[in-house]
């Protein structure tokens, strides 16, 4: 039996059903939920959101005007486990913001890779807005980047938007940081794993489904209470969660609510795509694979008694353990 204490990392794209068997795990086991999700820190972000009621520490920690970045994430992270652990409870990390796993795991010791998909977006407002516009943009989150390049240096000015946006961090904190170390594997015993449903279309349902009760349950009213405070903008982190972006646009009278609404899901969407690009590249990751109902039909998990697995996610997870 490993002496080393357990701490358990739930992954999974959006509306893949991890934070319910996280809740479960936690009143099983006698765990604590530590939240992996950049949105969920920022207060006043409920409904978009999907806060859970169930407590998770790192939940409502931070105004939206004030980033919160992967470093913020391992600093905080990491007392919490240890914390966790010697009140004998087992943590138990679940979101889907990889970088965040990523950097817990690994560390931060390189900034984030080239993103294709933001480096067009950009480029796209460059050419709406000049690129003189978005060093202004640059100006109000990384103002130590931005006195290094100058306004008409494309290749630069794209690359320090590009590290802000893709990962919180400005590129001056990124050049600057000293390296952060991951966490201890050899001090805790990690069991990694990522939920997903087998039919991709049962998650865009899912997804659907979610944003149109989001909708139902006045996601918009919270959205225009964050506009009509007037210190929030576009280019904060906590604006450009997905949904959140979306609807702020529709305020802003870029586009009709029907459209949003459409962007949004599509975002979600493409959110989940990327999760799940990150994880199928995770190392020690061990896979649960769910029907349409949650019941398990895969996983590299067992159960304990010679058979690849049971039904019930949870109880996979209990019986592996045992």
């Given at each position: 039996m490993d002496p080393r204490p357990l701490v358990i990392l739930l992954m999974g794209p959006t509306a893949s059903g991890k934070t319910d068997l996280a809740i479960e795990l936690a009143k099983a086991l006698g765990g604590e939920l530590i939240s992996v999700d950049s949105a969920l820190v920022y207060r006043g972000l409920d409904i978009g959101s999907a806060k859970p009621d169930y407590p998770h520490h790192l939940i409502d920690i931070r105004d939206p005007a004030e980033p919160y970045s992967a470093a913020d994430f391992v600093a905080d992270a990491v007392p919490l486990i240890d914390q966790i652990v010697a009140r004998d409870k087992v943590p138990i990390l679940v979101g889907g913001t990889m970088l965040y796993f990523k950097a817990l795991v690994e560390g931060l010791n390189e900034m984030p890779p080239a993103d294709p998909v933001m480096r067009s977006q950009i480029e796209g407002e460059a050419e709406r807005e000049g690129w003189p516009a978005l060093h202004a943009k640059l100006l109000e989150v990384d103002p130590v980047s931005a006195a290094r390049i100058h306004p008409n240096h494309s290749q630069r000015l794209?690359?320090?938007?590009?590290?802000?946006?893709?990962?919180?961090?400005?590129?001056?904190?990124?050049?600057?940081?000293?390296?952060?170390?991951?966490?201890?594997?050899?001090?805790f015993r990690l069991l990694q794993i990522a939920l997903c449903p087998q039919d991709r279309g049962v998650l865009h349902e899912r997804i659907a489904l979610r944003f149109e009760q989001m909708m139902a349950a006045g996601f918009l009213a919270e959205v225009r209470q964050l506009h009509q405070r007037g210190?929030?903008?576009?280019?904060?982190?906590?604006?450009?969660?997905?949904?959140?972006?979306?609807?702020?646009?529709h305020l802003e009278g870029a586009v009709d609510l029907e459209e949003a609404v459409t962007r949004g899901i599509a975002a979600t969407r493409q959110l989940a795509k990327r999760q799940l690009t990150w994880l199928r590249k995770w190392p020690d990751l061990v896979w649960i694979i769910t029907d349409r109902e949650g019941n398990v039909v895969d996983s590299g998990l067992s159960d304990g008694k010679g058979m690849s697995f049971v039904q019930n996610p949870c109880d996979l997870v209990l019986n592996s353990l045992t």
């Open positions: 794209a690359r320090a938007l590009e590290v802000y946006r893709t990962s919180g961090i400005p590129l001056s904190v990124w050049q600057s940081h000293p390296q952060t170390p991951p966490l201890a594997a050899e001090r210190d929030l903008n576009a280019d904060l982190p906590a604006i450009r969660a997905v949904g959140y972006r979306q609807l702020w646009e």
